[in-house]
């Protein structure tokens, strides 16, 4: 009985066998060509081709070719979803491209460069001055230490734009209800209140997504300082998930939706509908990231409309963008830095404030777009006070879910405020124990 | 006669929930962004608007997706049944010894998850040299298929005729010679059915064409549509734009071959 199985599966073992020996060939031929040829620049991005960035990178894909004859870029526009569950693989393998997009934070660049799949770029960082053009927060998710943690170490990635929360408002509603945009924190509720009288809900929420959780963070930024964000995000120093900060956002964001500033049923509502539901004009307000900016200047036409800062905080949810990264395995490393380096120009990062995304190191004077002036006027707030608090997900893995549920108990009036907090509390701690911290 | 309309109406009903996400997706493919922004997703569009199509069409290349789609589908559908019949006849008709645990075990790998078999055939595909190639998908869904294939159609081949077979014999017809004059051709309707399931369900595979074909020149149809799927935003009237390229092939494909499905299972169903 033991030899017919093993015979078959010889017989299947030699099919496969042949096949792969009639193709072998086949593989080594797709291989990169000899040194000698023309060199090729292997880029890969997943910015769509008329985002910001999709125009700004491909001005410097043109100003590399220019200023580097008898080099050919190879870009090749990429899948999120491709990138998200094959990096580790494709970094290990020949195919790894010379420089790529890639998603910044633990979980992701931090992994790879524990693994050791990406580059050290210290030396290239401080020579050709990238440490000075990028601010102490946007430098958190570039670097990765030993265990892959992000804030401190080694430079593995480089940002080219940045990414905040804001509150964005629908001016025509503003001016019908005769509110002002508001500067502080009780002019913000004020307005609320004024709204939420008029039988108006003032804010547009998506509470099965990351809207909701988003301005839960923004309620503890506002009682927080430095050291709890780095706390909580870095893992210096333990939080107390039971602490003023946490605990208001908790009791706020309950209050809140018993004083109809956020409707009961956002709680199942996704962030496309909330978007979609702020444009076509029935809430006053959102408060979401700078992500929708270009979809909101594109789309909305019936109504002015603009953002502020979330009133009175000076830590918001935000970070630098998605970071420029160089395979250990890259082929052409001297010309990923000069890529990158193009990247980082004035010109570059000009353009890429003027499509409507937020630039790390642009010329204020040179944008001019007013709506886009604005943006990137209240993040350069935003980014010299240091005010960039990553994003409430972060910290551990399968936090996002965590987060969703804890925020729709909230608003579902589901559980209390405190046994929420115990319920957020319990994966961070098992984060923390998992990660020697 | 009531029994016979509640029948039909039940199966109207069934029908129009079954083609309402198409209509949806449609509908939306036809629509401008803007129209949607401001008038959701289940209002009638107010006006054709193709541009989403042709766009999405040239920014991944589709042509080129789709000869990938069809070269990779094509070769498994056309190996793994090759592969199957070869078991199938060692192991239905040629009654191995053991070979009910044989079937097991191709039961066994037929419920293994794709995701536990990404690192192994990953390593296995880079030492071969065929990591990024159509050749070491097609390889690995042949496999894959083909022990389905095994299993379906060893049972088949069980129940084949031995008078048959004998008569072949007599005849002075050897053990290839039977498999290819008498019992591939008696059990075509049935050989049929299984290509075009392999076909479609190579066609639909996004995991490990997704892991597996990096180039963009390598990719497969439901890989590109992937493309659109972006961190935070989604382009809801490209996205349906895709999907509807996406399945017009596979609907395609279904309209020529249904005939041979239909035969191929009522021909099962007599015997």
Not at chain 1, 96 to 116: C, H, I, R
Not at chain 1, 151 to 165: D, Q
Not at chain 2, 177 to 198: G, K, Q
Not at chain 2, 215 to 231: H, I, K, M, R
């Amino acid at each position: 009985m033991f030899t017919m199985r093993t015979g078959a599966a010889a017989l299947a073992a030699t099919v496969m066998l042949a096949a792969l020996a009639a193709c072998g060939g086949d593989g080594q031929e797709g291989a990169e060509p000899a040194a000698s040829g023309p060199r090729t620049l292997k880029l890969w991005h997943y910015e769509s081709a008329d985002g910001a960035m999709g125009k700004a990178w491909a001005e410097a894909i043109k100003q590399f070719e220019a200023t580097h004859p008898g080099v050919k870029v190879q870009f090749e526009e990429k899948a999120f979803e491709q990138i998200r569950q094959s990096a580790g693989m494709i970094l290990n393998s020949d195919e790894a491209p010379d420089v790529m997009e890639y998603n910044k934070g633990n979980a992701t660049a931090g992994l790879l460069s524990k693994q050791g799949l990406l580059t050290d770029l210290s030396a290239e960082a401080a020579k050709r001055g990238w440490d000075k053009l990028l601010s102490p927060s946007l430098q958190t998710t570039a670097k990765y230490d030993d265990r892959g943690v992000m804030g401190s170490g080694k430079w593995f990635g480089i940002p080219n734009y940045a990414e905040y929360v804001m509150v964005y408002y629908n001016k025509d509603l503003f001016e019908k209800h005769k509110v002002e945009v508001p500067t502080t924190f009780e002019q913000f509720t004020a307005a609320m209140d004024t709204f939420a009288k008029a039988g108006v809900t003032p804010l547009a929420v998506g509470g099965a997504e990351y809207p909701a959780q988003q301005i839960f963070y923004q309620l503890a930024l506002s009682k927080a300082q430095r050291p709890w964000v780095n706390g909580f995000q870095l893992y210096k120093g333990k939080v107390d998930f039971h602490g003023p900060e946490f605990t208001y956002a908790a009791e706020t964001t309950a209050d809140w939706v018993k004083k109809g500033y956020i409707a009961k049923d956002s709680a199942g509502i996704k962030a496309e509908d909330m978007g979609l539901s702020f444009i076509g004009g029935k809430y006053p307000m959102v408060v979401t990231g700078s992500w929708w900016y270009g979809r909101f200047a594109t789309d909305i036409k019936d109504f002015e409309w603009g953002s502020f800062l979330w009133p009175g905080n000076t830590l918001h949810a935000g970070s630098s963008g998605n970071i420029w990264v160089v395979p250990e395995n890259a082929k052409n490393k001297d010309l990923a830095y000069d890529f990158i380096d193009i990247t980082m120009k004035k010109e570059i990062q000009n353009l890429l404030g003027n499509s409507g995304g937020i630039p790390v190191a642009a010329d204020p004077a040179a944008i001019t777009d007013p709506k886009s002036k604005e943006l990137i006027e209240n993040f350069t707030k935003l980014s010299t006070a240091d005010g960039l608090a990553f994003y409430p997900d972060w910290p551990a893995p399968g936090y996002y879910d965590v987060l969703v549920a804890g925020v729709q108990n909230l608003i579902n009036g589901a559980k209390k405020p405190a046994e929420v907090l115990d319920e957020l509390a319990a994966p961070y701690e098992e984060n923390l124990a998992d990660i020697g911290g | 006669m009531i029994r016979k309309y509640s029948v039909l109406v039940s199966l109207a009903v069934l029908a129009v929930v079954m083609l309402v996400p198409f209509a949806i997706v449609t509908l939306n493919a036809v629509r401008s962004p803007a129209d949607y922004s401001a008038n959701g997703p289940l209002s009638l569009p107010d006006g054709l608007h193709l541009d989403g199509i042709v766009e999405f069409w040239n920014r991944v290349d589709f042509g080129g997706k789709l000869w990938n789609s069809l070269l990779i589908s094509g070769s498994v559908a056309v190996l793994a049944v090759v592969l199957s019949v070869l078991n199938a006849y060692a192991l239905g008709i040629g009654r191995v010894r053991g070979r009910t645990w044989i079937l097991v075990v191709f039961l066994v790998a037929n419920t293994l998850p794709q995701e536990a078999l990404v690192y192994p055939l990953y390593y296995l595909s880079k030492e071969a040299g065929l990591y990024d190639t159509r050749l070491g998908v097609i390889i690995i869904f042949t496999v894959i298929q083909s022990a389905f294939g095994t299993y379906l159609l060893a049972s088949v081949l069980g129940r084949f005729p031995h008078e048959i077979l004998e008569a072949a014999a007599l005849d002075g017809a050897g053990k290839w010679r039977a498999l290819w004059r008498v019992v591939v051709p008696i059990s075509r309707p049935t050989l049929s059915v299984l290509l075009i399931f392999f076909f479609i369900w190579t066609w639909n595979e996004f995991f490990l064409p997704l892991v597996f074909l990096i180039s963009n020149e390598n990719q497969t149809v439901p890989v590109a549509l992937g493309v659109l799927q972006g961190d935070k935003m989604m382009d809801a009237t490209m996205s349906s734009a895709s999907a509807l390229l996406g399945i017009l092939p596979a609907v395609v494909f279904f309209l020529i071959f249904q005939r041979t499905l239909t035969r191929g299972v009522t021909v099962g169903a007599i015997k």
